[in-house]
T-cell receptor, first 115, second 111 residues
């Protein structure tokens, strides 16, 4: 059973470009969470999604950031017009509410560098 | 909202000794407390978790204790090995299912 998959693992963008980060949850998991980790810091919640539904986006910046989890395909975190302060590691986690809604399993992350 | 504090920020122990990391939380409604281990360049790996209806849980060399009255929980690693060296994060789940993380503890196990 494959774990949470994220791609790309590393992404370099110039200021003003767009970054698209993808997350495929564990098989059978229908809940996805995105977290951001700045260097030498803990993870900060960004957004919680179910299929075709945003449940909680209280941690997401109101501008330039968006997330989706379509009926088919991976969850996407999109950052428009990136700035240097967006450089961070972005982690996706998934959970299966039919077994244990609390346990979240994390992917390997996407490390975004904005030049 | 929930706030989680974690101590110490760094911990160095001799191989074979025990390591203890402590966390406190603020929201008494939180009822799920996982611990993650993060190695350099990797994602957080769940190592143990505890729910508020139990006070202690053990898995081989790792144990977690929870004191709901005092709102603190701790990770105990016994017989530490060099491969235990990593950054450890505690977290608390708030009422909307998001995890609030502590700031991390960098554990170094000296051979």
């Amino acid at each position: 059973n494959a774990g949470v998959m994220q791609n790309p693992r590393h992404l370099v963008r110039r200021r003003g470009q767009e970054a698209r980060l993808r997350c495929s949850p564990m098989k059978g998991h229908s809940h996805v969470y995105w977290y951001r980790q700045l260097p030498e810091e803990g993870l900060k919640f960004m957004v919680y999604l179910q299929k075709e539904n945003i449940i909680d986006e209280s941690g997401m910046p109101k501008e330039r950031f968006s997330a989706e989890f379509p009926k088919e395909g991976p969850s996407i975190l999109r950052i428009q017009q990136v700035v240097r302060g967006d450089s961070a590691a972005y982690f996706c986690a998934s959970s299966d509410p039919s077994t244990s809604s609390e346990t979240q399993y994390f992917g390997p992350g996407t490390r975004l560098l904005v030049l | 909202g929930e706030n989680v504090e974690q101590h110490p920020s760094t911990l160095s122990v001799q191989e074979g000794d025990s390591a203890v990391i402590k966390c406190t939380y603020s929201d008494s409604a939180s009822n799920y407390f996982p611990w993650y281990k993060q190695e350099l360049g990797k994602g957080p790996q769940l190592i143990i978790d505890i729910r508020s209806n139990v006070g202690e849980k053990k898995d081989q060399r790792i144990a977690v204790t929870l004191n709901k009255t005092a709102k603190h929980f701790s990770l105990h690693i016994t017989e530490t090995q060099p491969e235990d060296s990593a950054v450890y994060f505690c977290a608390a789940m708030d009422s909307s299912y998001k995890l609030i993380f502590g700031s991390g503890t960098r554990l170094l196990v000296r051979p």
